[in-house]
C-alpha cells in the first residue's frame, strides 16, 4: 500500500483541476453573453413564451 496515497493525491489533483477548469469556463461563456442594460425587470415576461393550452 506505498503507492496507495500517490493516487489518492493524484486523483484529487485531477479533481481540482477538472473544477478549476469547469469554473472557468462558466466565467468564459458569461462574459461572451453582453447584458441588457434596458431590460427593467429580471424574470421572464409573459411576451417570451407561445401562449400554452391554459
Known sequence: ME?????HWLA???CF???AAFI???F???MKVSPDR???NTGPS???Y???PF
Not at 503507492?3 to 493516487?7: C, N, P, Q, T, Y
Open 3 to 7: 503507492g496507495s496515497h500517490v493516487a
Open 12 to 14: 484529487a489533483l485531477i
Open 17 to 19: 483541476a477538472v473544477l
Open 24 to 26: 472557468g469556463y462558466a
Open 28 to 30: 468564459y461563456q458569461g
Open 38 to 40: 434596458n431590460n427593467t
Open 46 to 48: 409573459q411576451n417570451d
Open 50 to 52: 407561445p401562449p400554452g
